[in-house]
């Protein structure tokens, strides 16, 4: 499985419709998103693990899906760091 951030923007005034979009797919999911509306800033979040981004996508509620943006997350170690200014130097 891979991990995925969902950043989905909406307008103030779709705030209660998308609400009900994410209750409607689940409490889980309304547990796990996070809302940035009450700040003035109309997007929400959620990490979701899918097998595909294809599927990742499908995760969000229709009326968010399409100004859904999502991003694969991975971690570094510090000997991959180690490795990617290695790299970098070499190419210098």
């Known amino acids: 499985m891979q991990r995925f951030i969902i950043q989905a923007a909406h307008e103030p005034e779709e705030c209660l419709q998308c609400l009900d979009s994410v209750l409607r797919a689940g409490a889980h999911y309304l547990t796990n998103t996070d809302w940035g509306c009450e700040d003035g800033v109309h997007m929400a979040w959620v990490v979701i693990e899918a097998q595909s981004r294809d599927d990742a996508r499908m995760a969000v509620p229709p009326?968010?899906?399409?100004?859904?943006?999502?991003?694969?997350?991975?971690?570094?170690?510090?000997?991959?760091?180690?490795?990617?200014?290695?790299?970098?130097?070499?190419?210098?």
Do not use: C, D, M, Y
Not at 64 to 77: C, D, I, Q
């Open 63 to 92: 009326v968010l899906r399409e100004r859904a943006l999502l991003a694969g997350l991975n971690k570094f170690t510090p000997e991959q760091i180690r490795a990617l200014h290695e790299q970098r130097a070499a190419q210098l």
